[in-house]
C-alpha cells in the first residue's frame, strides 16, 4: 500500500553498484561490514555477471591507512583456504584475512560462484609471492616479509623440497657486510649466533645472521651453517676461508673467536668423522698461544701450528714454550697439542741460551719427576746428557760425566754440582751417576776428555783407589818419569825398581827404568802391581839379561884389561841375586881377582875373603858360596889340619884374649902355574882352635863361639850339645823336636837380597830387647771367654757409634745372633751411603795383632772406604773397662797399600 517493494537481488546489485562507487565512505566501513554485506548478497543470490565489476573486496594493502583496499572480481582476487597475513597482499590481490575470517561459510561458496580462485598457501607462495619477489621486489624489508612468510608457512606445513628451491632461488638475505644477497648465492652461509665472525671480514661478507626464528627455516632452505659441526659429510663450511683470513692477515682475534668456538663444540665423535678437518687444523698456523718470553709482564700472543703448542706448561717454564687456552682436551689431543712438557723438551730448553739459574733448577725437578719409577726415562736423560755438553752450570756447559756433586782436589777439573744446584737435585744426580766424591771411572773419564790442564791429581786418585786391573784408558797417557828424566807411559812397559841400579845407565839396552821412590813416581804406588818389575823382568828373560852381561864382558876387556869392572861386577851380582833357579842361563865368564874375565870353567870360589888367588872370584863372600853352591863353581883347594874331635874333648884348653888374631900362610896348589904370589894372612876370629887350646876373644860373644866350634869341629858328637844350647828358656814356646843345626836355614831357591840373615842371638830369660810387637804371648783364653769378648765388643762399639749418629741409622748385624757375615755393623747415612764395620776386640791394651778371614778382605777390598775395622782394647768379658779404647782404621787395604797396616800369613800345620 505504500509502494514499498519487496527485497530482492535487483536492489542489492544497485546497493552495491552505490557502494562501490562511493570510494569517500568506504574506508570508514570495517572489514565485518563488508562481510556482513558479502553475506546479504550471497543471500539474494544476484547474478554473477553484476556484481563482477563492483569493487566490493577489501584486500590487505599497506599503501591506505585502514590496510585495506577495495577491488572487482575483474582484479583477478584469490581467496587464500589459510587465514594468514600473506605480504604484498594488495599487489597480489589477495581477501583481506580479516575479511574472510568474518564471512559465512555459504558466502565463501558465492564468491567461489563469482570467479574468486581459491588457493592453498604452497600454491600462493609458487605461483605468485615467489615469482614476485624474485622478479620485481629489491628492497631488504621486501625480502625479509617474503622470507618470514615462507618460513612462517614451512612452519605450519614443511615446504616440499621444489618449493624450498624456489624460495633459494627467490628470496634475498642481508649479509654481515650489508649486502642484499640471493639465498642462492654460492659459499653463503648462515652464521650461528655463538659464534662472532666481527673480526673475520672476508668471510663474514658471505655470512648471513638472522634470527634465531628463521635459523633453521634457512637451514632447511638449504643455507649451510657457517663454521657447523652437525653435518653428516665431515665438512666444515667456511673453514679453510676462515684459516685463510687468519693465516693472511695474522688475525688475532678471529683466531681465538675460532680456538673457543673448536674447544666448546668439538667431541670424541667430531674426531672419528671430521677427519679432513683436523688434518687442515694441524698443518695450518692459526692456534692463538701466549708466551712472556720477550715481554714477561705482558704476554705476547702468536700464531703457531697446533704441534708447536704446549699445554699444562709449568709456571716456571711458559716464558720458553707457546702455551694455548684450550680446554676440551678431546679437542686438544686430535690436534696433537703437547699435553705437558716430555724429556726432549727439557733437554732442548737446557741448550737454550741465556737461560736463568731458576730455570734450569725447574727443568731439572721436571726430568726428576718424569724419571721417577721410570728406568728407561732414567736412562735416556743420562744418555742425552753425556752425549753431549748440554748441563749448563756456572756459566759452562759441560756433560754430565765431567761432574761431581761436591768440588774435590782429587779431580779439580770435575765440575762440581753444588752449590750450584740446591740439595733437592742431589738424588735425581745421583741417579745418573754423578758420584758424590770421585769415583774411578769419573776420574777415567776426565782423563780421556781433552780439557784436563794436569792428569797427575787424577791419576793419582785411581792409583789410591783399589783396582782389579789397570785401566786401559791410562795407558797411552806419559805420566811415568823415567832414569833419563823422560814422561813414558804405563802401556809402554817399563821396568820398575825401588831404586837406580849402579849398573843401569851403563848398559847398552833399550829399556825404560821407572825408579819408584822417586817423587814424581811415588803417588803412583798403586799402579806398581800391575807393572813389571827389573827383577821380574830379569827372573822372566833369564837369556836377554845374560847376553847383556856377556856383551858387557866382552865389550869391557877386549884385550884383558878389566875397565869398568865394578860396574859389571854390580851388574853380575844383581843378577845372581835375583836368579834364583840354578843353571837357568850359563854365565859364560866370570871377573878374578887377576883382573880379567875368565871362562866360568877357569874361575874359583873362595872361602875366606883373604885369600888371594888370580883365578878367584872377583866378587863378595858371600857369591862365592851362591856360585859355588847354586852354580857348580869350583872351589879354589886350600890344605888344613883339623885335630880328631876325641883329643879335642879330652884335651882342650880355653883360653881368653884381647883383639885375637890369627895369621897363616896360604900355600899353592901343585896344578897352579900362574901363581903370583904366597902370603901371610892375618884375621881376627872370635874363636881359634891351636893345639887343643881355644882361644876366645874378650868381651865374649857366646853365638860366635859356639859357631866357630861347631863349624870347625861338626860331628854327630856334639850334635846332643849344641840342640840342648839352642834351646829356648822354659818359659818360651817350644818346638816338638829340635831343629838339626844340619837343616838349611833358608830355601836355596830365594834370592840372596830376600834370605834372612843368620842370627843366632840367644838373650837371657831376663832380656827385653827385640820389638815387643812379635813377642809371644801365652794365650789362655777359652773359646767360650773369646766369643763373649767379641760380643762385649761389638755392643761397646755399637753404643758408641748410637752416641755419634743418629740411632735409627746404626744397625748391629749380629744383634740377635751370629750372621756370618764379613762385618758386624752398619751405618746407614742420609746421604743414601752405606759404612760396613767389622770389630776386632781384644782384652789386652797394647795388642796389636789381629786375625782377618779370606771373605773380611774380599769385602774390604770391593767396599774401599766404605769398610773400616774398629780395634777395641781392653775388652773383658762382663764388659769393657774404664779406659778401653777404640781405633779406627779406614779403608784397610789403602792402609796396606800405604804401609801403615801389615799383613802376616800363618801356616797350618795341614801344609807343614
Not at 859356639?706 to 854327630?716: E, M, R, Y
Request: charged fraction near 15%; charge should be negative.
Amino acid at each position: 500500500m505504500l509502494g514499498i517493494l519487496p527485497w530482492n537481488a535487483t536492489h542489492m546489485v544497485q546497493l552495491a553498484r552505490t557502494i562501490a562507487s562511493s570510494t569517500s565512505s568506504s574506508s570508514s566501513r570495517s572489514l565485518t561490514w563488508h562481510a556482513q554485506f558479502m553475506d546479504l548478497v550471497a543471500s539474494l543470490n544476484p547474478m554473477a555477471a553484476h556484481l563482477r565489476p563492483l569493487g566490493l573486496f577489501p584486500v590487505k594493502s599497506h599503501r591506505h591507512d585502514d590496510g585495506k583496499s577495495l577491488k572487482s572480481v575483474e582484479d583477478t582476487l584469490f581467496y587464500p583456504l589459510d587465514v594468514v597475513d600473506v605480504p604484498f597482499a594488495d599487489e597480489l590481490n589477495i581477501l583481506h584475512p580479516g575479511y574472510i575470517h568474518a564471512l559465512a561459510p555459504k558466502t565463501t561458496r558465492f564468491l567461489h560462484m563469482l570467479g574468486i580462485k581459491q588457493l592453498t598457501t604452497h600454491d600462493m607462495l609458487q605461483f605468485h609471492l615467489l615469482p614476485l619477489v624474485g622478479t620485481s621486489k629489491t628492497t631488504e624489508d621486501d625480502h625479509a616479509k617474503a622470507l618470514a612468510f615462507c618460513m612462517h608457512v614451512h612452519i605450519e606445513r614443511p615446504l616440499s623440497t621444489p618449493l624450498l628451491q624456489l624460495v633459494r632461488q627467490s628470496v634475498r638475505v642481508v649479509t654481515a657486510s650489508g649486502d642484499l644477497t640471493p639465498l642462492s648465492t654460492p659459499h653463503l652461509s648462515l652464521e650461528p649466533p655463538e659464534f662472532a665472525f666481527s673480526a673475520l671480514t672476508v668471510v663474514a661478507a658471505t655470512s648471513v645472521v638472522p634470527s634465531s626464528s628463521a635459523f633453521s627455516f634457512l637451514q632447511a632452505v638449504g643455507l649451510p651453517v657457517f663454521m657447523s659441526l652437525h653435518r653428516p659429510d665431515g665438512v666444515v663450511p667456511g673453514l679453510p676461508f676462515v684459516l685463510t683470513s687468519i693465516v693472511t692477515n695474522q688475525d688475532i682475534a678471529g683466531a681465538t673467536a675460532l680456538m673457543q668456538y673448536l674447544d666448546r663444540n668439538w667431541t670424541a665423535q667430531h674426531s672419528a668423522t671430521y677427519g679432513s678437518v683436523v688434518t687442515t687444523l694441524q698443518t695450518s698456523p692459526w692456534l692463538p698461544t701466549s708466551t712472556t718470553l720477550l715481554n714477561p709482564t705482558t704476554p705476547a700472543i702468536a700464531l703457531k701450528r697446533p704441534t708447536e703448542s704446549y699445554l699444562d706448561v709449568p709456571a716456571g717454564l711458559k716464558p720458553y714454550f707457546p702455551s694455548a687456552a684450550v680446554l676440551n682436551r678431546e679437542f686438544a689431543s686430535v690436534l696433537q697439542i703437547h699435553i705437558g712438557l716430555g724429556v726432549p723438551e727439557y733437554l732442548h730448553l737446557l741448550q737454550l741460551d741465556a737461560v736463568s739459574a731458576d730455570t734450569v733448577v725447574a727443568c731439572l725437578l721436571e726430568l726428576k719427576a718424569h724419571a721417577s719409577g721410570h728406568p728407561d726415562v732414567l736412562q735416556s736423560i743420562q744418555a742425552a746428557l753425556s752425549a753431549a755438553p748440554i748441563l749448563p752450570v756456572n756459566n759452562q756447559r759441560v756433560r754430565l760425566h765431567h761432574t761431581i756433586w761436591k768440588p774435590s782436589t782429587s779431580c779439580p777439573d770435575l765440575v762440581a754440582l753444588r752449590p750450584a744446584f740446591p740439595k733437592t737435585l742431589k738424588s735425581f744426580f745421583v741417579q745418573l751417576g754423578v758420584p758424590v766424591k770421585p769415583t774411578v771411572a769419573v776420574a777415567l773419564a776426565a782423563l780421556e776428555s781433552s780439557n784436563i790442564a794436569d792428569p797427575r791429581p787424577y791419576l793419582q786418585f785411581v792409583a789410591e783407589q783399589p783396582l782389579d786391573s789397570f785401566p786401559a784408558q791410562l795407558e797411552p797417557i806419559a805420566f811415568l818419569t823415567t832414569t833419563n828424566g823422560a814422561k813414558v807411559s804405563f802401556g809402554s812397559q817399563p821396568l820398575l825398581a825401588e831404586e837406580e841400579p849402579s849398573w843401569w845407565s851403563h848398559m847398552s839396552h833399550t829399556d825404560k827404568l821407572v825408579v819408584i821412590s822417586h817423587p814424581e813416581n811415588a803417588p803412583f804406588a798403586g799402579f806398581w802391581q800391575f807393572g813389571t818389575s827389573l827383577v821380574q823382568d830379569v827372573q822372566g828373560n833369564p837369556d836377554k839379561w845374560n847376553d847383556l852381561l856377556h856383551e858387557a864382558m866382552m865389550e869391557e876387556s877386549p884385550h884383558g884389561s878389566l875397565v869398568s869392572g865394578p860396574i859389571i861386577q854390580a851388574f853380575l851380582c844383581f843378577l845372581l841375586d835375583t836368579w834364583t833357579t840354578p843353571n837357568i842361563v850359563r854365565i859364560s865368564h866370570l871377573p878374578t881377582q887377576g883382573g880379567v874375565f875368565e871362562p866360568f870353567e877357569s874361575v874359583y870360589a873362595t872361602t875366606s875373603s883373604q885369600l888371594r888367588h888370580p883365578r878367584a872370584l872377583e866378587l863378595p863372600r858371600r857369591y862365592h858360596d851362591i856360585l859355588a853352591k847354586l852354580w857348580g863353581l869350583a872351589i879354589l883347594p886350600v890344605t888344613t889340619s883339623q885335630p880328631p874331635i876325641q883329643a879335642f874333648l879330652d884335651s882342650v884348653q880355653c883360653w881368653s884374649a884381647e883383639n885375637l888374631r890369627v895369621s897363616f900362610t896360604v900355600q899353592s896348589p901343585p896344578s897352579s902355574d900362574d901363581w903370583t904370589s904366597s902370603g901371610v894372612i892375618i884375621e881376627a876370629k872370635p874363636a881359634v882352635l891351636d893345639a887343643f887350646k881355644l882361644y876366645i876373644n874378650t868381651p865374649v860373644e857366646f853365638p860366635d863361639v859356639l859357631s866357630t866350634v861347631v863349624s870347625l869341629l861338626w860331628s854327630p858328637l856334639v850334635a846332643p850339645h849344641v840342640a840342648r844350647s839352642l834351646q829356648p828358656p822354659p818359659h818360651r814356646h817350644q818346638n816338638p823336636d829340635p831343629i838339626p843345626l844340619k837343616r838349611q836355614l833358608f830355601p836355596l831357591d830365594l834370592p840372596l837380597a830376600k834370605r834372612p840373615r843368620q842370627d843366632f842371638a840367644l838373650r837371657p830369660p831376663h832380656s827385653d830387647s827385640g820389638d815387643r810387637m812379635f813377642q809371644f804371648r801365652p794365650n789362655s783364653l777359652t773359646d767360650e771367654a773369646k766369643f763373649a769378648i767379641g760380643r762385649v765388643g761389638e755392643a761397646h762399639v755399637y753404643d758408641l757409634l748410637r752416641t755419634e749418629y743418629p740411632p735409627e741409622s746404626v744397625e748391629w748385624i749380629n744383634e740377635v745372633e751370629e750372621t756370618g757375615r764379613p762385618y758386624d755393623i752398619c751405618i746407614h747415612h742420609q746421604s743414601g751411603g752405606t759404612e760396613f764395620i767389622e770389630v776386632k776386640s781384644t782384652s789386652t791394651y797394647d795388642k796389636r795383632v789381629f786375625e782377618m778371614s779370606v771373605q773380611e778382605l774380599e769385602c774390604a777390598t770391593q767396599k774401599g772406604s766404605q769398610y773400616s775395622i774398629y780395634r777395641a782394647f781392653a775388652i773383658r768379658p762382663h764388659g769393657a773397662l774404664p779406659d778401653s779404647r777404640v781405633i779406627r782404621l779406614r779403608n784397610p787395604i789403602t792402609l796396606l797399600r800405604h804401609k801403615k797396616l801389615a799383613l802376616s800369613v800363618l801356616m797350618t800345620d795341614e801344609v807343614m
